[in-house]
T-cell receptor, first 113, second 113 residues
Framework: AQSVTQLGSHVSVSEGALVLLRCNYS??????LFWYVQYPNQGLQLLLK??????LVKGINGFEAEFKKSETSFHLTKPSAHMSDAAEYFC???????????FGTGTSLTVIP | DAGVTQSPTHLIKTRGQHVTLRCSPI?????VSWYQQVLGQGPQFIFQ???????GRGNFPDRFSARQFPNYSSELNVNALLLGDSALYLC????????????FGSGTRLTVV
């Protein structure tokens, strides 16, 4: 069975500081992994995806994530936080059979001016 | 191009009532999925439809049902509403393969009182 675990339900960073949001996955086969962002009262927006190509994946808004099989991780990073990055971030893995996604419990990012 | 549109945006129902939520996918997208997002949690998979056929069902009771129409729009129906059904219901679409990630709508906020 597939699942993802997001470490840290709340993360606070200063504006301009590095953003690091952690995600570990559980999958018996190479997974398809995704990061989504959710702003208040909105749906989810796809930030980036890993689909067995390059292990370093670049997404929108300056975010990137690195797939590390040895660590079963897919952490999300951004070199310099901006106030507009404050939101809820979800890591997700696609099921090996069927097309459903399993989402983590989310990490709320606060950016301190 | 219009994104995934959901209606209504907000809804208040009484326990025991029935509710119908609607979703229009992005033009050309044949797959629609429904997710339930309870406050403070990640989205949970309810259904996926592709070409009007059910392709997947999450761990939800039979009170939940859905269908997809020839124009690929979809309805989610919930009978005998419980307080615990209060959540944000998200609809997502993609062309034909979840490997590319889903595009989510802004959701319908259902409150059961």
């Amino acid at each position: 069975a597939q699942s993802v675990t997001q470490l840290g339900s709340h993360v606070s960073v200063s504006e301009g500081a590095l953003v690091l949001l952690r995600c570990n996955y559980s999958s018996s086969v190479p997974p398809y992994l995704f990061w989504y962002v959710q702003y208040p009262n909105q749906g989810l927006q796809l930030l980036l995806k890993y689909t067995s190509a390059a292990t370093l994946v670049k997404g929108i808004n300056g975010f990137e994530a690195e797939f590390k099989k040895s660590e079963t991780s897919f952490h999300l990073t951004k070199p310099s936080a901006h106030m507009s990055d404050a939101a809820e971030y979800f890591c997700a893995v696609r099921a090996n059979t069927g097309n459903q996604f399993y989402f983590g419990t989310g990490t709320s990012l606060t950016v301190i001016p | 191009d219009a994104g995934v549109t959901q209606s209504p945006t907000h809804l208040i129902k009484t326990r025991g009532q029935h509710v119908t939520l609607r979703c229009s996918p992005i033009s050309g997208h044949k797959s629609v999925s429904w997710y339930q997002q309870v406050l403070g949690q990640g989205p949970q998979f309810i259904f996926q439809y592709y070409e009007k056929e059910e392709r997947g069902r999450g761990n939800f009771p039979d009170r939940f049902s859905a269908r997809q129409f020839p124009n690929y729009s979809s309805e989610l129906n919930v009978n005998a509403l419980l307080l615990g059904d209060s959540a944000l219901y998200l609809c997502a679409s993609n062309p034909d393969s979840a490997n590319y990630g889903y595009t989510f709508g802004s959701g319908t906020r259902l409150t059961v009182v």
